[in-house]
């Protein structure tokens, strides 16, 4: 499976917007790039995911570099209800989902 | 989107004995769906593939005669921990077979063996 590299946690302030990183060198070219969060003592949320163009929904939006190595996930005005810890995913077509250590977000009010 | 309810929430058990937690998909029909554990501070960890009306495929290290696995519908899978010890005490969370789009996962179900 490909790899990715999260910072283990961030800090931002309410209402203010918040750019989640992630790294992804190793990644192929059927690898989409998909975020999912898990706020505590819940079951993981689907955020957003993407392959090459950048992407918008209602919760957020991933940026893709254009040699698809680096992404970041942009919560555009963060509020308490985003602190949770991120993940960064990548998988390919019908392959299972495989979770790292994410990114631990706290949001100051 | 589609929804999937996850039962119990929690549940506390005594050491030996066995549970049961159920995962339903109420608004689609789920022909593969995962099960997962999450130790405390921990990610999850992908434990089993359920496949509708055949054998469970486990992941390497997961003992498929403690972690009993029954997708016998389009809407249910079960999990059931024999034999329960407080080393399984954890998070389990199911899963969906998402194809090429988003996943929905199960809330959760936290288990605690005394």
């Known amino acids: 499976d490909a790899k990715t590299t999260q910072p283990n946690s961030m800090e931002s302030n309410e209402e203010e917007p918040v750019h989640l990183p992630c790294n992804h060198s190793?990644?192929?070219?059927?690898?989409?790039i998909h975020w999912y969060r898990q706020l505590p003592s819940q079951g993981p949320e689907y955020v957003i995911h993407g392959l090459t163009s950048n992407v918008n929904n209602r919760m957020a939006s991933l940026a893709i570099a254009e040699d698809r190595k680096s992404s970041t996930l942009i919560l555009h005005r963060a509020t308490l209800r985003d602190a949770a810890v991120y993940y960064c995913i990548l998988a390919g077509g019908n392959e299972k989902l495989t979770f790292g250590t994410g990114t631990r977000l706290t949001i100051i009010p | 989107g589609a929804v999937v309810s996850q039962h119990p929430s929690w549940v506390i058990c005594k050491s030996g004995t066995s549970v049961k937690i159920e995962c339903r998909s109420l608004d689609f029909q789920a022909t593969t769906m995962f099960w997962y554990r999450q130790f405390p501070k921990q990610s999850l960890m992908l434990m089993a593939t359920s496949n509708e009306g055949s054998k469970a495929t486990y992941e390497q290290g997961v003992e498929k005669d403690k972690f009993l696995i029954n997708h016998a519908s389009l809407t249910l899978s079960t999990l059931t921990v024999t034999s329960a010890h407080p080393e399984d005490s954890s998070f389990y969370i199911c899963?969906?077979?998402?194809?090429?789009?988003?996943?929905?996962f199960g809330q959760g179900t936290r288990l605690t063996v005394v």
């Open positions: 190793t990644i192929s070219g059927t690898d989409y």
């Open positions: 899963s969906y077979d998402r194809g090429t789009a988003s996943a929905f």
